[in-house]
């Protein structure tokens, strides 16, 4: 089962992309965190396969979270996805240049379930 965590403030983008997953017929089990403090300390016990992360969050945002992920060796490995409604080209062409990829919300379902799926090929 591949671990997928999603790091988002707004919970209603944390349920969609949950949904999206678990239902996606493949074997995805979905972790959520509302914010970077709360990543870091599941990090601590739970690593996952894969990061989606949201840019835009109060207290540490998604650039920042990166940055810590990074800097660490166990963490700076897992994939990294910046899925954010963010849509200005300076964040896009920071976001496929750090990250694994950058998905904009709101984002067709399809389209997402198959780019994950493509990162999390063994």
């Given at each position: 089962?591949?671990?997928?965590?999603?790091?988002?403030?707004?919970?209603?983008?944390i349920?969609?992309?949950?949904?999206?997953?678990?239902?996606?017929?493949?074997d995805?089990?979905?972790?959520s965190?509302?914010?970077?403090k709360?990543c870091?300390?599941?990090?601590?016990?739970?690593?996952?396969d894969?990061?989606?992360?949201?840019?835009?969050m109060?207290?540490?945002?998604?650039?920042?979270?990166?940055?810590?992920?990074?800097?660490?060796?166990?963490w700076?490995s897992?994939?990294?996805i910046?899925?954010?409604s963010?849509?200005d080209?300076?964040?896009?062409?920071?976001g496929?240049?750090?990250g694994?990829?950058?998905?904009?919300?709101?984002f067709?379902?399809?389209?997402?379930?198959?780019?994950?799926?493509?990162?999390?090929k063994?």
């Amino acid at each position: 089962m591949k671990k997928i965590m999603i790091v988002d403030d707004e919970l209603d983008q944390i349920l969609t992309v949950k949904v999206i997953l678990e239902k996606s017929g493949e074997d995805y089990e979905v972790i959520s965190a509302q914010s970077g403090k709360e990543c870091l300390k599941i990090l601590d016990t739970i690593v996952p396969d894969l990061i989606l992360l949201d840019i835009m969050m109060p207290e540490m945002s998604g650039w920042e979270l990166y940055d810590k992920l990074k800097q660490n060796n166990i963490w700076n490995s897992i994939p990294t996805i910046f899925l954010t409604s963010r849509t200005d080209e300076t964040a896009e062409n920071a976001g496929r240049f750090l990250g694994d990829d950058y998905i904009e919300k709101p984002f067709n379902s399809e389209d997402f379930k198959i780019k994950i799926k493509q990162l999390l090929k063994d």
